[in-house]
Each structure stands twice: as C-alpha cells, then as structure tokens.
C-alpha cells in the first residue's frame, strides 16, 4: 500500500497561480479605496481653511491672500495635501477665494480638491484650480 500524504508540485502551483490571478484583480482596486479614504484628509483640511476664510473676512472684509495671513497650516493634517489659496473665475481676491487642497505624496496620483468662497466642491478634474460646472463634487 502506498500511503502518500501531502500536494504534488502541480497542485501547488495551480494555488498560487489562483492567489497570483486574485491578488492582481484585488491589490488596484485596494489602492483605489486607499486613495479614496485619504480624501478626507484634504477634505477636512479644506473645511477648515474655508472656516477660517470666512471668519477672516467677517473681521476685515475681505478674504486672505494668503494661508500665512489665515494662520493656517500650510499641510493637510496627515500630510497628504498642500494647501494654497487662488483667485476664483471671474471673481478675484479678495472678494472671492479658492482653496485647493494640492495631493502629494502617497497621494501624488490623486485630483486636487477645491472649495470656493460660494460654498462649490469640486475635484479638480483638469487641473486649473478653478470650480468648473462639469467637475464632479466631493
């Protein structure tokens, strides 16, 4: 009688073949979600900047130019996105403002996130810092 235990070599290699062809499909889409997860990082940080504007201007009437004239952090608070004031379309400092929440690092590949002075969320989808009607809101 011929009692073998265990897996021949062919066995083995069909699962990691199996592991391999699942872990291809899996491993994008679980940088997608990491990605996606790390927005909010941006977002709040954005929030944040927008509360501050908005204070800012109730005591001097007019919007900052600047973060440095918010005394705002320059950083996403994970650090994940630069954050920078711009002028919005058609309407310029300091009676409207955009921030953008640039992504950097882990999240380099990422859209930048933007929030105006009217209240607009956007992604920036084509990457000229200005809340276009056809970008998707986050």
Known sequence: MNNEKGFSLLELMIAVAIVGIIAGVAYPS?????????????????????ARQERFF????????????????????EGFYNLSIVSGAGCTLPNCFVGV???TGAQA????????????????????SIPDAGEEDW
């Open 30 to 50: 679980y940088l997608s979600m990491l990605q996606d997860s790390r927005r909010a990082d941006g977002q709040a940080a954005l929030m944040d900047l927008a």
């Open 58 to 77: 109730y005591d001097q009437r007019t919007y900052a130019a600047s973060i440095a004239g918010l005394s705002a952090p320059a950083q996403s608070p």
């Open 101 to 103: 929440a640039a992504a």
């Open 109 to 128: 590949g990422d859209l930048n996130l933007l929030i105006d002075s009217r209240g607009n969320r956007k992604l920036d989808a084509d990457a000229d």
